[in-house]
């Protein structure tokens, strides 16, 4: 598998990826953390011109998209109900999803933005108990609450090697 920058040509392909994710957190019990319009179109185009949406092919087939951001995000700048691991440089994963096609997404996504950065941030619905089991399982641990643009709470997660990574307060 390869995973390389989104262009504009796969649009077409990674909303129907997102349709399919959306389908599989409604059959799970997760109707309410994307909406049938989320992500947007604009915010696809916005990820792709600043150069944060990656593809994950097998073969020439796109089986995957994420969003990784290095950088400071601004809804990550208030925690409730805990504390961040630690202060330090650090990248975001966001909308990640699969077409189904193939299982292992997740962890050649995180594999891929480890390989950029050691302290990774992410956040989940409360009723997106898949990837509350995946990111246990992968290591990260929760460390409160967060809330994105329009105001909808989010459990907040972050991974790292850091030596100064502490246990969160609950």
Known sequence: MNIRYTCLNDLEQICAIYAYAREQMRKSGNPNQWNSHYPSIEILKEDIRNQNSYVILDQND??????FILGDDPTYAKIE???????????TIHRIASSGKKQGMFHCCLSFCRSKIDNIRIDTHACNYTMQHLLMH???QKCGQIYTQDGSPRIAYQLSNSNTASTPSS
């Open 81 to 91: 109900h805990g504390a961040w691991l630690n202060n330090q440089a650090y990248g």
């Open 138 to 140: 992968s290591g990260f």
């Open 62 to 67: 796109i089986i995957a998209v994420f969003t």
